[in-house]
């Protein structure tokens, strides 16, 4: 009986499956590339202007820790993706590991 009320506990608690980076790595969202140009020309499926921004998921320990990287959770950012690695979390594959040295500007906004 308590091998029953074990099992029936396990499938009632769900837990979350997370992604944490580890040594001198962030988890990045990148934004959607665009299918749109400046001017409002729409291109075709085949052709996307690549982008290379996105928002900081998350940051390791050791990037938090680190005061010469100003990097923090939800920050948008400019990154170079030669290194990135695909995390296959979510269906539409957005997620990428960097290594911090690869992001290579922080947006921020001005106080007016």
Excluded: C, Q, W
């Amino acid at each position: 009986m308590r091998d029953a009320d074990d099992r029936a506990e396990k499938k009632s608690t769900k837990t979350l499956e997370v992604v944490e980076p580890i040594g001198r790595r962030v988890l990045i969202r990148k934004d959607e590339d665009k299918k749109i140009t400046k001017v409002g020309l729409h291109l075709p499926d085949k052709i996307e202007i690549p982008t290379l921004t996105g928002r900081v998921v998350t940051v390791s320990a050791e990037v938090e820790r680190d005061e010469n990287y100003p990097i923090k959770r939800y920050d948008r950012v400019l990154f170079n993706p030669k290194h990135a690695i695909p995390v296959d979390f979510e269906g539409d594959n957005r997620l990428f590991v960097i290594p911090v040295e690869d992001v290579v500007a922080v947006f921020r906004r001005e106080p007016a």
